[in-house]
């Protein structure tokens, strides 16, 4: 357990994840908590996150920060997506390690929608009951 008093990076706090995490730690008393907006900290810039971490030095490091878009963009640019979010994740990471994080939270996500779903997708396509087959499904089928 941290103290409420460590500091607490959350990159990605302004994302769907990273937003409902930095809410729930405020919720329970942590109020050390560090967050930068992509304009004021690019993840992808190895040298301005060293910059970051020489400055901040925090106790504990959330990571919910990725590129992120829709199945057709993940689709569409399925490298660079890869790319990005390995070197977010190789920075931050990295930088937490260097700086003898105490704690690190990497939030990890995939794409589970079935390969030859319709496009947009409705609402409704996600009230109905999800089976283990129709998951395994996903994750075998995925682009």
């Known amino acids: 357990m941290l103290d ?9 706090h302004h994302g769907l994840v990273g937003s409902a ?12 908590l560090v ?3 992509h304009r004021e900290l690019d993840l992808l810039d190895g040298a301005a996150v060293k910059a970051f971490f020489d400055e901040e030095q925090p106790d504990a490091v959330v990571l919910a920060a990725a ?15 890869i790319y ?7 920075n931050v990471i990295g930088e937490s390690f260097r700086h003898g994080v ?9 794409c589970i929608y079935p390969r030859e779903a ?26």
């Open 4 to 12: 409420k008093n460590a500091k607490i990076y959350v990159a990605g």
């Open 21 to 32: 995490i930095w809410n729930n730690l405020m919720q329970r008393g942590y109020t050390n």
């Open 35 to 37: 967050g930068r907006s």
């Open 67 to 81: 590129h992120v878009g829709g199945i057709m963009a993940n689709l569409q640019y399925r490298a660079d997506f």
């Open 84 to 90: 990005q979010n390995l070197q977010i994740q190789q």
């Open 102 to 110: 105490k704690k690190l939270l990497f939030l990890g996500s995939t």
């Open 118 to 143: 319709p496009q947009p997708m409705k609402e409704q396509t996600f009230t109905g009951r999800t089976t283990i087959s129709i998951w395994r499904t996903a994750m075998c089928c995925r682009p």
